[in-house]
């Protein structure tokens, strides 16, 4: 396994979010796919973090999964909010914020 | 440390009234003259002690104000017989005109405020009498200007009074720019402000003469305004707004002879600048001299004769100056400061027993004011300058230093002058105070705290010029060229222009001069067997001209205000309102606006619009990267 082994994870898990971010109707997909671009870069973080002997990208990723978990929490609590009132989570119907 | 009380004292008069005893009229007037005669107790020992020891060490205190790399501007004083004279004059004559003041203003609106200002004004006027450098002086020179626009508006809801005051100011920047101006180049020449140091380095001959001819003109364009010089005199007359105790205190005795102060202070740059840099000075003074004399004829209110007649004596000292008297510059201006200060007061309690300026509203006053009229003919006296008076030594002093620089134009410009002051003088005596009665009101003697002023300075008028008698040592001169940082002083003896010679073929032709202008004077408004009104009608162009101060106020008003001025200012207008206004700010927000509509229409609110655009981006951004 070398570093490039895990960038090319790590890209592909990428690809794939964005893929799911612009593609997908459902917001909570378009969330999840997120969470997934997120974890990608966590990924090539840790294994920079490993292959260069530096603490720094570990402790980045420590610090991503946490502002990710707050994130999620505030974002799921938002969509529960939009889903209450206007009763639909498809994202081409929520298209209010415009002239 | 007792000199720079000499600042504060005054100065904190001038807040004590304004902010605390501002609604006690009589207080505030206490106050006021309380700093000037403490300032006048301070000034007096240093002064005895000088008439003691002419050629004692000058006294230089000074601290850093500042320092900025490359610029060190110091707050600074210095004593020495030049600034004693001054401050002698400043305060005693300043003491006098305050207590005088206390009497002529009483009742009026606005006596507190009167009396800030002239402590603003003393405070001011000491620091340009203390100054030993060029940026403090200035300072307190602005100052001064600033304490004169006060006063000089001191009944500012009357238009004139208002517009007179505003005309000095203006009328005043455009010399004071020449001036500062003038301190860059020495600057830029010296690397110092400090009038000594200044003086050393110019001295030791470091400085090109087309340097220092520029400088010393620019500088002298400050004094130019100061002192009324011609083409800047129209303020002067006009300044005739204020109350009387102002226009003799300020207007005449001391801060429009700021500027012959400053010519003498800064002495040791005239003496080293080019002869024809002189020259422009000596005949700038020659010409005001006696055009202002001429205008002083025209007039009919005793302020403005005695206004002119001030003019006219500034040029005097200012010729003076021109021709390397700065010694007889520096004694005529000492006379002067009594002797007009006199007239000015004189004036006052005779406007203040007729409520009116009009001469010829007056007349036969002599029963009625007799101790008026007394002090103001010796003062006329004095100002014509018959011996033994005061004037008389100081104007021959002057004439005499004019006649051995070899200018004979001038020396005649000054005799003629002399002639036509002695005729004018005569006609404001003549009408005031004797012929038939004209006045309507019932005129009395004023209170005594208005005549003991006026008493003290006719004495002074009288005998002050005996500080200068010629063969007297140590006499006026010694003084003078005993001034910090000249050469005279550097070396300790005696300097070239102190040796004052008496010369009677000066002193007799003025004299004749001075006997054709009162026989003239006597013949036609006493006597009356030369027709007034037929020498009018005579000359009536002339005369015309005269009455309207020879067309040069309406030059003024026409060309430069009327013509260049308000045509400034409509381009200026214009540029504002079209050019800042509709093409630069509402263009602006015109442009911002269009580019915001436009924009608008790619906001669809589809979030994967958005998504979309970013992702396209960072690929074409990759791109870019990855091609160069």
């Known amino acids: 396994m070398t570093l490039n082994h895990y960038l090319i994870l790590s890209f592909i898990l990428f690809s794939i979010g964005v893929a799911g971010v612009l593609l997908r109707r459902n917001i909570i997909i378009v969330l999840m796919s997120l969470e997934l671009i997120f974890n990608s870069v966590n990924i090539s973080l840790a294994a920079f973090a490993y292959y260069l002997k530096s603490i720094t990208g570990t402790v980045f990723v420590v610090f991503n999964i946490t502002v990710a978990a707050a994130e999620v929490a505030i974002g799921l609590a938002i969509l529960v909010a939009v889903y209450r009132t206007r009763k639909t989570v498809n994202v081409e119907e929520l298209k209010d914020m415009r002239y | 440390m007792d000199i720079w009380a000499l600042l504060i004292v005054p100065l904190a008069a001038a807040l004590i009234i304004t902010f605390i005893t501002r609604k006690r009229a009589e207080l505030s007037s206490y106050v006021s003259v309380g700093a000037v005669v403490i300032c006048f107790l301070i000034v007096l020992p240093y002064f005895v002690r000088m008439l003691g020891n002419p050629h004692f060490e000058h006294i230089e205190q000074s601290f850093l104000w500042l320092d900025i790399p490359g610029l060190m501007v110091e707050m600074g004083t210095i004593i020495d017989p030049l600034s004693l004279i001054m401050l002698f004059i400043v305060t005693f004559v300043g003491s006098l005109i305050h207590i005088y003041s206390r009497n002529y203003m009483h009742g009026e609106k606005g006596y507190a405020r009167f009396f800030a200002s002239l402590s603003l004004f003393i405070f001011s006027m000491l620091g340009i009498v203390l100054a030993n450098n060029f940026i403090m002086i200035f300072v307190f020179w602005e100052l001064v200007g600033l304490a004169s626009y006060l006063l000089i508006g001191f009944y500012f809801e009357k238009p004139s009074a208002a517009d007179a005051a505003k005309k000095a100011f203006l009328v005043n920047r455009i010399g004071d720019f020449g001036f500062i101006l003038g301190i860059f180049v020495l600057y830029y020449a010296t690397g110092t402000f400090n009038f000594i140091e200044m003086a050393h380095i110019i001295q030791a001959g470091n400085v090109s003469s087309g340097t220092l001819g520029l400088a010393a003109l620019l500088i002298f364009c400050g004094a130019m305004g100061k002192s009324a010089q011609f083409p800047l005199h129209v303020w002067l007359p006009d300044a005739m707004e204020g109350p009387t105790p102002v226009s003799a205190l300020i207007h005449a005795a001391t801060m429009v002879a700021a500027g012959v102060y400053m010519l003498a202070r800064t002495g040791f740059l005239y003496a080293a600048a080019p002869q024809e840099a002189m020259m422009v000075i000596a005949y700038i003074g020659g010409i005001t001299a006696f055009m202002a004399a001429l205008l002083a004829l025209g007039q009919s209110d005793i302020k403005r004769i005695i206004a002119y007649s001030t003019l006219s004596s500034l040029g005097y000292m200012v010729m003076s100056v021109g021709v390397g008297g700065t010694g007889a510059g520096m004694f005529y201006l000492m006379t002067h400061a009594f002797f007009k200060a006199l007239l000015f007061l004189g004036a006052g309690s005779v406007i203040h027993a007729c409520h009116t300026n009009d001469i010829w509203e007056m007349g036969k006053l002599y029963p009625k004011m007799k101790v008026t009229a007394v002090t103001f003919i010796l003062g006329a006296l004095a100002m014509m300058g018959i011996f033994p008076f005061s004037g008389f030594w100081s104007k021959d002093e002057i004439l005499t230093s004019v006649f051995s620089s070899g200018n004979y134009l001038l020396f005649g410009v000054g005799v003629l002058t002399a002639g036509i002051t002695a ?51 140590p006499n006026f001169g010694t003084f003078v060229s005993a001034v910090a940082g000249s050469a005279a002083a550097h070396a300790g003896e ?25 026989i003239i004077g006597w013949l036609i408004y006493s006597k009356k067997s030369i027709d007034n009104n037929a020498i009018a009608e005579k000359f009536s162009g002339f005369y015309k001209a005269l009455q309207n101060r020879l067309y040069i106020d309406h030059f003024y008003d026409r060309v430069i205000v009327a013509g260049i001025y308000n045509n400034i200012a409509r381009l200026f207008n214009f540029i504002e309102v079209y050019i800042i206004i509709h093409f630069v700010l509402n263009g602006i927000a015109y442009v911002t606006r269009q580019i915001g509509k436009a924009l608008r229409l790619t906001i669809s609110g589809q979030l994967q619009h958005y998504a979309f655009a970013m992702v396209g981006g960072v690929l074409v951004l990759m791109i870019i990267f990855v091609l160069l």
Do not use: C, Q
Request: proline share 5%.
């Open chain 2, 423 to 473: 005729l004018f003088m005569t006609k404001v005596v003549a009408v005031t105070f004797f012929g038939e009665k004209r006045y309507h009101s019932h005129p009395h003697e004023s209170p005594v705290g208005m005549t003991i002023p006026l008493v003290v300075l006719a004495i002074f008028a009288v005998i002050a010029g005996f500080a200068g008698l010629p063969g007297l040592d």
């Open chain 2, 494 to 518: 005696h300097g070239a222009h102190a040796e004052h010679h008496f010369n009677y073929f000066v002193a007799i032709t003025s004299t004749i001069a001075v006997f054709i202008g009162i």
